[in-house]
């Protein structure tokens, strides 16, 4: 079965801290890694995404680093703020049947105190 | 703005009841999907629709059913509903085709089955 695996399952950080949110895949067949943001209450919303052909993709303060070769992806919040503070879920696509299936890692609930 | 609408936000249901989870969208997408969210296991995929009357099963279609009548509306049955379906439901869109085409989430009905 496909799978994502996302870590840590929660993380606290002090305002100003960089958050760190790891995620590892297994299928080489991959080749969309997005990063979705929730606020509770709400669906989850399309943060940063990166293809694997590029090492980096930064936005402002977040970033995705990516490592084929180890496949596994990583979300950086530099700066973090309170206004972070959500849960976060990395995921990867591959065709199928002429759409994209997005398999989600099981989410990082991120706190950042102020 | 993309805006997926889902039908209630809150829902609550007896055992054996038939349930109807209702998802409309208005950017004319021609892929949707619907997922549920339970604490440490992410979002699953359910069912998900490419086209008007198309559906392919997702990772967990078991005791779910789907009807997509018209390409905005996608509804979600539960024939006879369980406590073990009790979970918040999330229903998204997408285009078809291209690289990386975002997927836009409603803001999710949290159905509890007593």
């Known amino acids: 079965q496909q799978q994502v695996k996302q870590s840590p399952q929660s993380l606290i950080v002090q305002k100003g801290g960089i958050s760190i949110i790891n995620c590892a895949y297994e299928?080489?067949?991959?080749?969309?890694f997005p990063w979705y943001q929730q606020f509770p209450g709400k669906g989850p919303a399309l943060l940063i995404a990166?293809?694997?052909?590029?090492s980096e993709k930064k936005e402002g303060r977040f970033t995705i680093s990516f490592n084929k070769s180890a496949k596994q992806f990583s979300l950086h919040i530099m700066d973090s703020q309170p206004g972070d503070s959500a849960t976060y879920f990395c995921?990867?696509?591959?065709?199928?049947?002429?759409?994209?299936?997005?398999?989600f890692g099981k989410g990082t609930k991120l706190t950042v105190n102020p | 703005d993309v805006k997926v609408t889902q039908s209630s936000r809150y829902l609550v249901k007896r055992t054996g009841e038939k349930v109807f989870l209702e998802c409309v969208q208005d950017?004319?997408?021609?892929?949707m999907f619907w997922y549920r969210q339970d604490p440490g296991l992410g979002l699953r995929l359910i069912y998900f629709?490419?086209?008007?009357?198309?559906?392919e099963k997702g990772d967990i279609p078991e005791g779910y059913s789907v009807s997509r009548e018209k390409k905005e509306r996608f509804s979600l049955i539960l024939e006879s509903a369980s406590t073990n379906q009790t979970s918040m439901y999330l229903c998204?869109?997408?285009?078809?085709?291209?690289?990386?085409?975002?997927?836009?989430f409603g803001p999710g009905t949290r159905l509890t089955v007593l």
């Open positions: 629709s490419y086209d008007v009357k198309m559906k």
């Open positions: 995921a990867a696509s591959r065709r199928w049947g002429g759409s994209e299936k997005l398999v």
């Open positions: 990166i293809r694997p052909d590029v």
């Open positions: 998204a869109s997408n285009t078809r085709g291209g690289w990386g085409d975002t997927q836009y």
């Open positions: 950017m004319d997408h021609e892929n």
């Open positions: 299928n080489t067949a991959f080749d969309y």
